[in-house]
């Protein structure tokens, strides 16, 4: 039974062993990412340098790694991103058995970052504090706890939103120096969206009786116009009918006068005097345009008649009975 014993407490001691070797096997990774930070950080490429720094303590969490990613910020103006680093890296070094020299160093740099940052104010008075209200940091929310209050940001242009349900979301963008800048931005009261009201105000409220749908007005039944096409037509044939008609008789006068002109140069049925002559000539030029236009004007008025007559609203049903199917057609004058 003792040998048996052995073996399990051997068994597991190389499990915790095993265990512990897995967890170191990143280091290698994050020193090589350390390195490859501090010579992008020489180049002055500090946005990769940032980068690489933060993945290697994600890979191994050390102090001096952060306290490196703090100068790093720094650097690119980002300084309470680098405030937030030293401030971790004093936590860190105050646990670590080998990094503790570290946090008397770590928080100087903190403490001394502090009086320069930036900060972004939001407020939210009483009338802009509707139910379910969002605020939003370029995506990321803005806790209640954080409204009214000086919140650090690092130096930049940021979009808030403030949106709840059923209003209208609000949009703003703000700029901020990187340090010694001091931004409030207020919050207006939302305007309620009128989707939203609409569908609201129809829908009945819960475990009421419906409402009761409105009486429509009644719809005014759509009956065809008498002035149809046909009859615009037969207005027009017969106005040219009668415009003809006037013609003729001017014309018939005209062809009166001369021929009573003409008759009283030559009486007789002989004449050869040459005024009289041109006189009774003209005479009945006339009165062939007369009876013309008399006749064409007739024509004309007639069928703007027939055109009034037959043009006006028609309608075809069908119609059966026991002896007949055809179609009736119906109509108005």
């Not at 940091?137 to 806790?143: H, L, T, W």
């Not at 700029?175 to 989707?195: F, N, Q, T, W």
């Not at 009166?256 to 005097?273: E, R």
Request: negative net charge; contains cysteine; proline residues 6%.
């Amino acid at each position: 039974m003792g040998i048996r014993r052995s073996g399990a407490a051997i068994a597991l001691v190389c499990a915790f062993a095993a265990t512990a070797a897995a967890q170191k096997s990143r280091k290698p990774e994050a020193e090589a990412l350390f390195k490859q930070a501090k010579a992008e950080m020489a180049k002055g490429n500090f946005a990769d340098a940032c980068e690489k720094f933060q993945s290697s303590q994600d890979l191994d969490p050390r102090a001096s790694t952060l306290m490196n990613l703090g100068a790093c910020h720094e650097s690119a103006k980002k300084l309470v991103s680098a405030w937030y680093a030293f401030v971790e890296a004093t936590k860190l070094a105050e646990r670590s058995s080998d990094e503790q020299a570290l946090a008397s160093p770590s928080k100087k740099r903190a403490d001394a970052l502090e009086p320069r940052l930036s900060s972004l104010k939001v407020v939210v008075g009483p009338d802009a504090r509707v139910k379910g209200l969002e605020i939003l940091r370029d995506g990321e929310a803005i806790v209640e706890g954080q409204w009214n209050s000086e919140v650090f940001v690092d130096g930049g242009e940021y979009e808030i939103i403030a949106r709840a349900p059923g209003s209208t979301a609000w949009t703003a963008k703000i700029g901020v120096a990187s340090e010694l800048d001091r931004k409030v931005l207020e919050i207006p009261k939302l305007k309620v969206d009128p989707i939203t009201e609409t569908v609201a105000v129809e829908t009945p409220p819960s475990g009421g009786a419906p409402a009761e749908p409105e009486p429509e007005d009644p719809q005014p039944i759509d009956r065809p116009s008498s002035f149809t096409g046909m009859r615009k037509a037969a207005i027009g044939v017969t106005a040219v009918g009668v415009a003809a008609i006037a013609g003729g008789v001017v014309f018939g006068l005209k062809a009166k006068g001369l021929a009573s002109d003409s008759d009283a140069i030559c009486p007789t049925d002989v004449c050869d005097d040459p005024e009289g002559l041109r006189l009774n000539k003209d005479a009945r030029s006339a009165a062939s345009k007369a009876n013309i236009f008399l006749i064409g004007g007739g024509v004309a008025v007639a069928g703007g008649v027939v055109l009034w007559v037959i043009g006006g609203p028609t309608s075809v049903a069908p119609m059966a009975d026991r002896d007949t199917v055809g179609l009736v057609f119906t109509g108005g004058f």
